[in-house]
């Protein structure tokens, strides 16, 4: 994959190692008419044989490394690596108000909110589908900004909490007990694109969000 400022140029991975083993192949092909057809008075050095050797060698191993470059790149779910990289420099608004419990969710989910100045204290209630709360969480003295936190998806009792669609109602106060401003999510500039474990995620102010938890793109 080439990368040309403001598009990328890429040729399909059947196309290009098609033409990666003809290379390979004709390399090998020349070693041997060259050695069929050496003149049996001035063979060739071994010196010389050893290093023809090398090279056919390397090439096959460079092609090795891009090949599982191109793999890891390719095993980001749902996600095309060239859209991934598009999000750098842009800004994005990251999702942390909405997540839903199912049968094979994981234990925790990451919520994200913002504040629009520092607050003394913060309180996120976590509502079911019928809007009712079930979790309150208390924080306190947190700057004005993006943030986020790792929910243990329990209730107050500490039961885990059952399936179904679940949202999050931030809550902040400065020193003076006056509501400030807070909400879900955060907006932020993408200064970097990470693949792990067959996931895209995007850096954004500092935090690392999966693709998917991007609600909007500027």
């Known amino acids: 994959m080439y990368v040309t400022g403001t598009g990328y140029a890429t040729a399909t991975k059947s196309e290009s190692r098609v033409g990666d083993e003809l290379s390979q192949e004709a390399f090998?092909?020349?070693?041997m008419a060259?050695?069929?057809n050496q003149d049996p008075m001035n063979p060739m050095?071994?010196?010389?044989f050893t290093s023809q050797l090398a090279q056919l060698n390397l090439v096959s191993e460079v092609m090795n490394i891009r090949d599982l470059l191109e793999s890891n790149l390719g095993q980001a779910e749902g996600v095309d690596p060239r859209e991934a990289l598009g999000y750098i420099g842009r800004e994005v608004m990251v999702n942390g108000g909405e997540f839903a419990i199912t049968p094979t969710s994981s234990s925790t989910e990451q919520l994200y909110f913002s504040l629009g100045?520092?607050?003394?204290?913060?309180?996120?209630?976590?509502?079911?589908?019928?809007?009712?709360?079930?979790?309150?969480?208390?924080?306190?003295?947190?700057?004005?900004?993006?943030?986020?936190l790792m929910f243990d998806c329990k209730n107050d009792a500490g039961t885990e909490l059952l399936t179904g669609q679940y949202r999050v109602v931030p809550?902040?106060?400065?020193?003076?007990?006056?509501?400030?401003?807070?909400?879900?999510?955060?907006?932020?500039?993408?200064?970097?694109?990470r693949f792990e474990?067959?996931?895209?995620?995007?850096?954004?102010?500092?935090?690392?969000?999966?693709v998917d938890d991007v609600d909007s793109i500027r």
Do not use: M
């Not at 050095?45 to 010389?48: G, L, M, P, V």
């Not at 809550?171 to 200064?191: C, H, M, P, T």
């Not at 474990?197 to 999966?210: D, E, H, P, R, W």
């Open 28 to 31: 090998f092909d020349l070693l």
């Open 34 to 36: 060259q050695l069929l």
């Open 197 to 210: 474990n067959g996931q895209a995620y995007l850096v954004v102010s500092g935090k690392t969000i999966a």
């Open 117 to 148: 100045a520092d607050a003394s204290r913060v309180e996120l209630e976590i509502l079911d589908e019928s809007d009712n709360v079930v979790r309150t969480i208390q924080l306190n003295s947190l700057p004005a900004g993006p943030h986020e």
């Open 45 to 48: 050095e071994s010196a010389e």
């Open 171 to 193: 809550k902040a106060y400065n020193d003076s007990g006056e509501e400030i401003f807070a909400e879900n999510g955060f907006r932020g500039v993408v200064s970097e694109v």
